[in-house]
């Protein structure tokens, strides 16, 4: 199983970055999957998730600006991020198989990619 994230940089605030991962070998329909992040120097978060009935959940401090979506198709999710600010600077992280009573709790994720960089300043 592969989970290969993209689609990080550097934005200025207030500006929009779109982050897809692709899983390998692993179907993520029906799955929870979802996004979390860490800055240097704190704990990692959850940032955005489906449970394994794709009800989506996020973290109160990016509700309303970031989106996460999940393409079978493609084998692919993806989280849209809005409004960018500076405290949104971090690695982000996809993960899959987790728990669905915890989605945005990453201690129950099997997988997990190498993450991508996201600066906004």
């Known amino acids: 199983v592969q989970l290969v994230e993209s689609g990080g940089g550097s934005v200025q605030v207030g500006g929009s970055l779109r982050l897809s991962c692709v899983v390998s070998n692993y179907r993520i329909s029906s799955s929870c999957m979802g996004w979390f992040r860490q800055a240097p120097g704190k704990e990692r978060e959850g940032v955005a998730a489906f449970d394994s009935l794709d009800f989506r959940t996020y973290a109160d401090s990016v509700k309303g600006r970031f989106t996460v979506s999940k393409d079978t198709a493609r084998n692919t999710l993806t989280l849209q991020m809005d409004d960018l600010k500076p405290e949104d600077s971090a690695m982000y992280y996809c993960?899959?198989?987790?728990?669905?009573?915890?989605?945005?709790?990453?201690?129950?994720?099997?997988?997990w990619g190498h993450g991508t960089q996201v600066t906004v300043s």
């Open positions: 993960a899959a198989d987790g728990r669905a009573l915890s989605p945005l709790d990453g201690q129950w994720y099997r997988m």
